[in-house]
């Protein structure tokens, strides 16, 4: 049977050594679709360069996308790991182009960087360089997820989506445009609250290395030698080793954002744990 629904159009942006996880963004918005669309009157429309755009010498090649794709995306999905791509000339890349121009428009981008192994003469250096100046300039714009495997990106996603429908202004917005708004907002909630709760090892691992703390704490502590990240008198790795403060960083950063920390001093170094995540502690073990 028909039935009515809004289109939220969602832009995959990543360039070519992140095939897996573009096919993985439209199966999990196709997952979604499937079991949400006709209860909830959204559907997620998976879109990018090489399904909804054709041959035409009417103009610069990533012009024509931005025009004709990206403009009509009310969401963005960007995916890297050792690479951003080939330059536009006005670009690092297209995929960077395209992040530029969407938050322009005001409208969210969810960036992912893969941390999966990768054989280091397979590496381009110059790519690999401008990969490092696309995560720190992301960093420093908002809330960026790192992810270890294809598995852990098609879990992420799944929830994060699920975040954004219910929290980001602009989607929100789409979303609160139906006439049963109300009861959709209260549906996307109680998804959420049942939703198990999937964690990174690391962020699991400070989750219950905290709950052992006699005040439940974990601190970030930025000092000249490097970036101390303890809790419980135990320190979670090398102050000096910049991958490993990366990813620690990353692992409280997602008990954060999942309200199982709190930031206690506003500061982004005191961060203490919630009713939340002391009860998910408990499960872990």
């Not at 690999?128 to 809330?143: F, P, Q, T």
Request: proline share 4%; hydrophobic share 40%.
């Amino acid at each position: 049977m028909a039935y009515d629904a809004t289109v939220i159009e969602v832009m995959i942006a990543s360039p070519s050594d992140v095939a897996e996880e573009r096919q993985i963004v439209r199966e999990v918005l196709h997952e979604w679709n499937a079991l949400h669309a006709r209860e909830r009157g959204v559907v997620l429309m998976p879109a990018g360069w090489e399904t909804h755009s054709a041959p035409d010498l009417g103009g610069r090649a990533q012009d024509l996308i931005n025009k004709r794709v990206l403009a009509h995306c009310d969401v963005l999905v960007g995916i890297f790991w050792t690479r951003v791509g080939s330059p536009t000339g006005t670009a690092a890349s297209g995929s960077v182009e395209e992040i530029e121009e969407h938050l322009k428009l005001g409208r969210p981008v969810m960036l992912y960087f893969s941390d999966a192994p990768v054989k280091p003469d397979s590496v381009d250096s110059a790519q690999y360089g401008k990969l490092v100046a696309l995560k720190e300039w992301a960093k420093e714009r908002g809330l960026v997820a790192f992810y270890e495997s294809a598995g852990d990106f098609r879990e992420r996603l799944r929830r994060d989506l699920t975040l954004n429908l219910r929290d980001n202004p602009h989607l929100r917005s789409l979303v609160d445009a139906k006439d049963d708004s109300p009861d959709l907002v209260a549906t996307f909630e109680a998804a959420l609250a049942r939703e198990p709760v999937t964690l990174s090892e690391e962020a699991r691992e400070a989750l219950r290395t905290a709950a052992t703390d006699k005040n439940g704490i974990i601190m970030i502590l930025r000092h000249m030698g490097g970036t101390a990240i303890q809790s419980a008198g135990r320190a979670f790795c090398d102050a000096k080793d910049r991958r490993a403060v990366a990813r620690w960083t990353a692992a409280v950063e997602e008990l954060r954002d999942r309200d199982l920390v709190r930031d206690h001093s506003g500061k982004g170094e005191v961060f203490e744990l919630s009713d939340a995540g002391y009860r998910l502690a408990e499960t872990l073990g």
